[in-house]
């Protein structure tokens, strides 16, 4: 069974542009889950989503978006690219939310220059 | 709100030394507590887990069991390897969300 296939692993973008992320969750999983990952914040929640709804969300400002497609892969998208944003974006998948196991997608490493 | 508390690090261990990895919570409700491990240039991999008081999570050699009264999640092994050697991480949900909260992790690593 294949894993959390996000794509791409690896992007460099400058301060300004946007970027979209995108994840393909284990097949079956329907509620996909963002993270943040940063050496100063550690992992931080974005959003979830579940049967293409958002069903909770981070405190993180409105440049950070996402979505969910009816086959349950996910796409996030950041707009207005700032310094800060650098990071590595992690992308989770579960059956159905609740108090169920994440499992975890390799991550897309994205600096900003 | 949620928390997770680790102890700090890096921790550096000689091969086949004991392992203990502090964890302590405050969590609103009853959560389920896990441990997920990070290898270099990897995302996170579900190491063990517990879902209630007492439960006790093992995973390749490695325990943790769930202490409701002193709200704590102390991940160990009895005898580490060089390949132990990454970044680990607790972490709880409670409630009716998926929404991981983390500790901020700390760094193993195992000489030969």
């Known amino acids: 069974k294949a894993g959390v296939t996000q794509t791409p692993r690896y992007l460099i973008k400058t301060r300004g542009q946007q970027v979209t992320l995108s994840c393909s969750p284990i097949s079956g999983h329907r509620s996909v889950s963002w993270y943040q990952q940063t050496p100063g914040q550690g992992l931080q929640f974005l959003f979830e989503y579940f049967s293409e709804t958002q069903r909770n969300k981070g405190n993180f400002p409105g440049r950070f978006s996402g979505r969910q497609f009816s086959n349950s892969r996910s796409e996030m998208n950041v707009s207005t690219l700032e310094l800060g944003d650098s990071a590595l974006y992690l992308c989770?998948?579960?059956?159905?939310?609740?108090?169920?196991?994440?499992?975890f997608g390799a991550g897309t490493r994205l600096s900003v220059l | 709100g949620d928390s997770v508390t680790q102890m700090e690090g890096p921790v550096t261990l000689s091969e086949e030394a004991f392992l203990t990895i502090n964890c302590t919570y405050t969590a609103t409700g009853y959560p389920s507590l896990f441990w997920y491990v990070q290898y270099p240039g990897e995302g996170l991999q579900l190491l063990l887990k517990?879902?209630?008081?007492?439960d006790k999570g093992s995973n390749k050699g490695f325990e943790a069991t769930y202490r409701k009264e002193t709200t704590s999640f102390h991940l160990e092994k009895g005898s580490v390897q060089v390949s132990d050697s990454a970044v680990y991480f607790c972490?709880?949900?409670?409630?009716?969300?998926?929404?991981?909260?983390f500790g901020k992790g700390i760094t193993l690593s195992v000489r030969p």
């Open positions: 989770a998948s579960s059956l159905a939310g609740e108090k169920n196991i994440q499992y």
């Open positions: 517990a879902t209630k008081a007492d």
């Open positions: 972490a709880l949900i409670t409630g009716a969300n998926s929404k991981l909260t």
